[in-house]
């Protein structure tokens, strides 16, 4: 809305200078979901004065935990990568989809205290789960980050409620879901709250079952919020995909029991498989100063109705309407997830936009790069006056020491481009680009060495397990100079080019983007795509390969 200005009345004195009547400020703004686009699943929110912070789990992507921040739930920055150290996370070793499994973020007023599980092993068909929960702590979300607290490996997706309210005792909750492995019991055996001593560092007191979930089923990822002398007990049902769901109940003990919500679920996608947002459920709650609130949850977004969502798990906002003393409803009403959320309007705070491009300068890699299972120094990656450095380490399909760097694909009109210096003297060195799932499922365009073809570029995949070569022959590239390698996608497909000294040059087929997705890679994964630039060295020599800068790029341009 314009100002307006009122209309100045006839006089036979001096004409008063027009008035201007201040538009009104408002309350609400529109957001488009997800606000987090890209592989951030199980998001945890939390408000401290002004500013809110929001936790996602990162699995065997290496440092564990990404945490966001943002003055008007509008513009979101990486502000911290807090389990950063051998010391506190070490993943080598641990299978695809596991490690990081549903942070937990929270603040008593004074420190801030960060909850999150390490699986080691865990499977469709296992019966255990090694499911260990630590506690880190740090002044200020930028850190210094203390060393773990073990806490117990009961089950995963803990978090810590701190009961500071004016009416609480003061004292700190640690809930999780419990993994029951015996035959002939439902595995999520329900939520356990046990008091956790600061003072001790450990957990105190006896564990108890608080609630054993709805008909829904699949009971997990809670989290506790006091209000109105209420404790109202959120947790994520149905499983973590078409049927994913967030159940509220409410009691006035911390220890239940719960009564569950009269229109349970609060949000779901279930019913309609054609809202562009599904699997619609592991969400947190926070507050604004003025009293409103806004939940946070997963959410994934298929190339068809219940096809493969490629982008993986993302974070989106909606609006709550939540009534002093009455339970919460999604803002506009109903069940369902919003694609344009409504939350509440805070004066706007955009964040300086991220360079497309990185030319690898400076003492670290910056933070929206990753590794697998363990620190880029441990795995040898380094920077240096030419570039990114990455020695030659175990093949893609290792779950221990792979030297890859790579960065969520963020939309399905997305680029990376590199440009590589690499010289190869047998055919088990590699070097290039790929996108990239897990360790059983990838597109690789490598550069290598051919007894015939000398340096030369092939492009290989992984499906679900099983190795292919998508060029009869290896494509000679010269012996010497850089090499440039592309993947872009192109909505519902993808693809390789290269250049060396014209142009790029497209070269093997074109993938399917659902390939790499949680459905089509095993059928129950947690990640997403990533663009990586990546080498492998298997005669042990540890051949080097130099990227001398990279490029990611959203849009048809």
Known sequence: ?????????????????????????????????????????????????????????????????????????????????????????????????????????????????LIYTDVKSWG?????????????????????WSEPVYLNSSGFDPSLFHDVAEDGDGRKWLLNMRWDHRAGRNPFAGIVAQEYSPAEGRLVG??????????????EGPHVYKKDGWYYLLTAEGGTSWEHAVTLARSRDLLGPYEVHPHNPL?????????????????????????RWVLAHLCGRPLTPRGECPLGRETALQGLDWPEGEWPRLTGGGHHPALHATLPALPPHPWPEVPARDDFRGEALRPEWL???????????????????????????????????????????????????????????????????????????????????????????????????????????????????EVRYRGDTFGIAYRTNGGWTPVGPAFSAGLLSDEHCGGLSFTGTFLALTCQDLSGERREATFHWAEYTEGDA
């Open 206 to 219: 006896p564990r108890t079952t608080i609630f054993t979930g709805t008909d829904l089923k699949v009971t």
């Open 267 to 291: 949000i779901t996608a279930v019913d309609d498989p054609g809202l562009p947002i599904q699997k619609s459920g592991h969400a947190s709650l926070t507050d604004t100063p003025d009293g």
């Open 371 to 485: 590794t697998l299972r363990a620190p880029a120094a441990e795995l040898g990656v380094r920077l240096d006056e030419g570039g990114l450095v990455l020695p030659g380490r175990e093949a893609l399909m290792s779950r221990h020491h792979v030297a890859l760097v790579g960065r969520r694909l963020q939309s399905l009109r997305g680029r990376l481009r590199t440009e590589l210096s690499f010289d190869p003297r047998d055919f088990q060195q590699m070097a290039g680009v790929c996108a990239y799932y897990d360790s059983r499922n990838w597109v690789y365009a490598r550069v290598s060495r051919d007894e015939a073809a000398g340096r030369a570029l092939n492009v290989t995949s992984c499906e679900n397990g099983v190795y292919r070569e998508h060029l009869t022959q290896d494509m000679p590239l010269g012996e010497s100079g850089r090499v440039g390698l």
């Open 124 to 144: 469709i068909t296992e019966p255990f789960k090694d499911s260990h929960n630590y506690l880190v702590t740090a002044p200020a979300i930028e850190g210094p």
């Open 1 to 113: 809305m314009t100002d307006t200005l009122a209309t100045a009345q006839p006089s036979t004195g001096s004409a008063p200078a027009p008035a201007t009547v201040s538009a009104p400020v408002p309350t609400t703004v529109t957001v488009t979901n997800p606000v987090l686009p890209g592989f951030h699943p199980d998001p945890s929110l939390l408000r401290v004065g002004e500013d809110y912070y929001l936790a996602t789990s990162t699995f065997q992507w290496y440092p564990g935990v990404a945490i966001y921040h943002s003055r008007d739930l509008v513009h979101w920055r990486l502000a911290a990568r807090p389990l950063a150290r051998l010391s506190q996370l070490d993943m080598r070793g641990n299978a695809d989809s596991g490690g990081i499994w549903a942070p937990c973020l929270s603040h008593d007023g004074e420190q801030f205290h």
